[in-house]
C-alpha cells in the first residue's frame, strides 16, 4: 500500500485502507412533511463512496440531490434506511451527536460562499476551528496552510468584498479544509461562477482528489461533472445512473484554452 503525507494531511486516517467506503448508504428514505402534505424526496437511494472517489451527482431542480447531500453532511437525517459514515452508523444519532460528526468529518461548500463579511479571508478559514480543542498558535497554522492549498496565500488579510466571487469560494473551501475533513461534499459550488471562474475551483478539487481527498460535488453542467471520476445521475428521488466519468480531462489543460478575463 502506498502512503504519501500528503495523503495523511488531508485526513485520511493512517489506518484506513484506501480503498475502504468512506460512505455506504441503503435504502435511504426521505419524507418531508408540510403541513398536510408529504414529499417523498429520497425514495431508496442506495450507493457506496470509497475513499478518494470524486463523484459528480446530476439531476434535474427537485430530484433530491441537495436533500442526499444534507444527509451525506449530517445536516439531516433519513426517515428510514442507513447511513454510514466511516464505517459508523450515524443514522440513528441525535442532531447534537451529528454536530459533532459534521465537525471533525464533513467540509461542506455551498453556491453562495457564506463567508462573513467583516471577517478576513484567514479568520473566515479559521472559524471551524473554534469549536475543536486546537490551540491558537495551531488553529492560525492549520488555515494558513488550507488558504495556501487552494492558493490564496497571499490575500489571507483581504476581507470578502475585496474578492472576486472565485476568490471567495475559494476561501469557502479553504475553510471546509481547515479540520481536515475525510470527505469534502459541495452543492452546486459553480453555481455563481463564469465558466472559466469554475473550473479554476474543479482545478483545486483534482488537485484536492488526487492528494487524496474524498470528494462528491453536485452541479447540474456536463462540462463541470466531466472532470469528476464517477457520475451519478438522479431522478425522482433515485440513483437512476452510476457511470464512470468517460473523458475526464485534466481542469489545468482546459484552462489552457479558455479566455482570460480581466481583473
Ligand atoms: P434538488 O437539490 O435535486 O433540486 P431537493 O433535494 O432540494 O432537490 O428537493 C427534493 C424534493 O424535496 C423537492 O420536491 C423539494 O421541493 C422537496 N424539499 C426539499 N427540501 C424540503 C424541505 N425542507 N421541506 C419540504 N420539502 C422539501
Ligand atoms: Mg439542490
Known amino acids: 500500500m502506498e502512503s504519501t503525507p500528503a495523503v495523511n494531511q488531508l485526513g485520511a486516517p493512517p489506518t484506513a485502507s484506501p480503498a475502504s467506503a468512506v460512505i455506504r448508504v441503503e ?4 419524507y418531508y412533511e408540510l403541513g398536510e402534505t408529504r414529499v417523498h424526496a429520497l425514495r431508496g437511494v442506495s450507493v457506496e463512496i470509497r475513499r478518494g472517489e470524486f463523484v459528480a451527482i446530476m439531476g434535474a431542480s427537485g430530484s433530491g440531490k ?3 447531500m444534507n444527509i451525506l453532511g ?10 454510514f459514515l466511516e464505517g459508523i452508523d450515524v443514522s440513528e444519532h441525535a442532531k447534537k451527536a451529528l454536530a459533532l460528526i459534521r465537525n471533525e468529518k464533513i467540509g461542506f461548500v455551498f453556491q453562495g460562499f457564506n463567508l462573513l463579511a467583516r471577517t478576513t479571508a484567514l479568520e473566515n478559514t479559521e472559524l471551524p476551528t473554534l469549536y475543536t480543542k486546537i490551540d491558537k ?19 489571507a488579510q483581504h476581507y470578502p468584498s475585496q474578492m472576486s466571487g472565485g476568490q471567495q469560494q475559494r476561501v469557502a473551501i479553504a475553510r471546509a479544509l481547515v479540520n481536515r475533513p475525510s470527505i469534502l461534499l459541495a452543492d452546486e ?21 488526487d492528494k487524496g481527498l474524498t470528494i462528491v460535488l453536485v452541479t447540474h453542467e ?6 469528476a471520476k464517477r ?18 480531462p485534466r481542469a489545468s489543460e482546459a484552462l489552457k484554452t479558455l479566455p482570460t478575463l480581466e481583473d
Open 27 to 30: 435504502d435511504a428514505h426521505k
Open 66 to 68: 441537495s436533500t442526499f
Open 74 to 83: 449530517c445536516l439531516d437525517r433519513l426517515s428510514s434506511g442507513r447511513y
Open 137 to 155: 498558535t495551531e488553529r492560525r497554522k492549520r488555515s494558513a496552510d488550507a488558504l495556501t492549498m487552494v492558493g490564496l496565500a497571499e490575500r
Open 189 to 209: 459550488p459553480t453555481g455563481n461562477l463564469d465558466s472559466r471562474t469554475s473550473v479554476e475551483i474543479m482545478e483545486i478539487f483534482q488537485s484536492l482528489n
Open 222 to 227: 456536463h462540462d463541470i461533472a466531466q472532470f
Open 231 to 248: 457520475v451519478l445521475v438522479f431522478r425522482d428521488g433515485k440513483i437512476r445512473k452510476d457511470d464512470p466519468a468517460l473523458s475526464r
